[in-house]
């Protein structure tokens, strides 16, 4: 065999890698790797039948907490809401019933009680107590848990002192407990025919659309989205 050529011995290689690079740079690029979705986040809401959606066609798609839910789907955002919502329900009924809520992972606790206390003539200290007793059970079973306190008001018929007394329960527990506040959950629906049925004292599926509108400004702080 005659000998090789020793200008011919570094073509190879560089040929070689010439190819290669072309091959690199021809090929499609590889998508950059799409990091994994977190597990969902919790948010529920423990309330009355202004929360359970009390007379709706269909509660589950008209009830504000689903409004709010669609909300947080078109944004993309990974929370499960749950309605924890009970007609007739009382802040001592949702202090009777805050551990069995809580059982699963909770992250973000809205506390919609207290119309129905107002209504039935209850002692604004007692409510106080109890809603402050929910939150401090939440604390207690999820340390990070965050807190949305809906205020509430009652109609000034059922005398002056006692529904001014009602309307700063809400308020107060807040400032004391250091959750977050919507000041009054039914603002521009309360006393409007047109946003409630005709018992005038529940809101319509129009109503609730005003409520998700009044609690998502106070809420979404609350989420990190």
Do not use: C
Request: proline share 9%; glycine share 10%; no cysteine.
């Amino acid at each position: 065999m005659p000998p090789m050529n020793s200008t011919a011995r570094p073509r190879r290689p560089l040929l070689r890698g010439a190819f290669l690079l072309a091959l690199a740079l021809l090929a499609p690029a590889t998508p950059a790797a799409t990091p994994a979705a977190g597990p969902a986040r919790t948010v529920v809401f423990l309330g009355d039948s202004l929360t359970a959606g009390y007379g709706l066609a269909d509660p589950a798609s008209e009830a504000y907490p689903a409004l709010i839910a669609d909300r947080l789907r078109a944004a993309g955002a990974a929370w499960k809401v749950v309605n924890a919502g009970i007609s007739g329900d009382t802040t001592a009924g949702g202090l009777r019933r805050i551990d069995w809520t809580l059982r699963a992972p909770v992250d973000v606790l809205v506390v919609a009680l207290g119309a129905n206390d107002g209504l039935r003539g209850v002692d604004p200290a007692v409510t106080a107590a109890n809603l402050r007793g929910i939150i401090e059970r939440a604390r207690a079973r999820h340390p990070a848990v965050r807190i949305l306190v809906a205020g509430m008001q009652l109609p000034p018929e059922l005398g002056a002192a006692h529904t001014a007394a009602f309307a700063r329960v809400f308020p107060d527990v807040a400032a004391a407990t250091g959750a977050a506040l919507v000041p009054f959950l039914l603002a521009g629906v309360g006393g409007e025919p047109a946003l409630n049925l005709g018992d005038r004292i529940h809101p319509n599926a129009a109503g609730h659309a005003v409520m998700a509108a009044t609690v998502w400004p106070h809420l979404e702080p609350l989420l990190d989205l």
